[in-house]
């Protein structure tokens, strides 16, 4: 069991369902939402990036547990969730420093844990890449850095969500056959290192242990995985950490999400929701930049409703409460 105080308990709980488990919205894109915007033929305004958001939140949040949002577009989307929604905010610059090697994370610069928590913040969510086999140098950059954050966050009594995503120093294409064969490795093994104490997470948010292209009977691609070796990873997962975790949609399609978590729990995984990000909600994207508000209400209250709720029953039938992975302290 793992150990929290009442105050993050509680918040943590402002995030969850009555059942302990976290059914929580993905909307703190802001490179990403630019690039689909661009590629839609429009010029990615401020203001056109905080109204989708608020649309969104304001739309979809009567069906989810909480919402993930980012400081710099998402305030008015924060204040137009459903007042049973929990607040997540994301303390992280969009993508990482580019001038050098290891991607090294960021935070921004205009805030801070406390100043998250005034914004009504439940919980702090950061983005960190991580290579296990990265150089150790690099890596111990980043373990100093989590030490840090995750001191802030137990400081404030903030719940510290850390969402991790690998990747492979000699090999930029993650979406790759090579990278498939040895991405459970990744997933696994840096799961167990963020587990340990000193860095005060409290949610794990990571991916999946494999490329489901490439699972035999779900993806389009040869397969490297069998069902069965797919399960086990899954199980192996689960089994890396004592902490609650829950798995990001990466983008993939609704359909392909929803017979993830199925196989998750088929493998007898232990996961304890979802932060499902642009499977529920990127077409709409299109819907708003060729029509505008109506067009993106009338998506978000047909399609963007029913991809939440399908989505929702596959969560309620296969994950498990994170309430008995925890007690206060």
């Keep these: 069991m793992v150990k929290i105080t009442k105050a993050k308990k509680e918040k943590m709980d402002k995030l969850s369902t009555s059942d302990g488990v976290i059914n929580a919205l993905a909307i703190d894109q802001r490179g990403a939402l630019k690039k689909m915007i661009k590629q839609l033929g429009a ?30 577009y998402g305030i008015k989307a924060a204040n137009a969730r459903d007042e049973k929604a929990g607040l997540l905010l994301a303390y992280e610059e969009s993508g990482y420093d580019t001038t050098s090697s290891g991607r090294l994370p960021d935070l921004l610069n205009d805030w801070s844990v ?95 242990p494999v490329n489901m292209q490439f699972v035999e009977g779900y993806g389009n691609e040869e397969p490297v995985y069998t069902k069965e070796e797919a399960e086990s990873y899954f199980k192996e997962q689960s089994l890396a950490t004592d902490l609650p975790f829950i798995f990001l949609s990466a983008g993939v399609s609704t359909k392909l999400f929803q017979e993830t978590l199925v196989l998750a729990k088929e493998a007898n995984s232990t996961f304890n929701g979802v932060l499902c990000g642009r499977a529920t909600w990127k077409d709409g994207v299109t819907a708003f930049i060729e029509n505008g508000e109506k067009g993106a209400l009338d998506w978000l209250r047909n399609q963007g409703k029913e991809n939440i709720e399908t989505l929702n029953q596959v969560v309620k039938q296969t994950a498990s409460p994170w309430h008995d992975k925890v007690e206060v302290e």
Excluded: W
């Design 114 to 208: 406390l100043r998250l928590k005034g914004e009504g913040a439940d919980a702090i969510k950061f983005l960190l890449y991580y290579d296990v086999d990265e150089d150790a140098q690099i890596n111990h950059l980043k373990h100093v850095f989590v030490e840090r954050l995750g001191s802030e966050c137990a400081g404030e009594e903030v719940p510290f969500y850390l969402e991790l995503l690998s990747y492979d120093a000699q090999n930029d294409d993650t979406s790759s056959r090579e990278y498939a064969k040895i991405k459970p490795h990744k997933v696994i093994e840096m799961m167990k290192e963020f587990t340990k104490p000193q860095y005060h997470v409290d949610v794990l948010k990571v991916e999946i």
């Design 43 to 72: 010029e990615p305004k401020d203001e056109m990036i905080e109204e989708f958001k608020r649309l969104v939140s304001q739309t979809l949040t009567s069906y989810t547990s909480a919402i993930l949002l980012d400081p710099e």
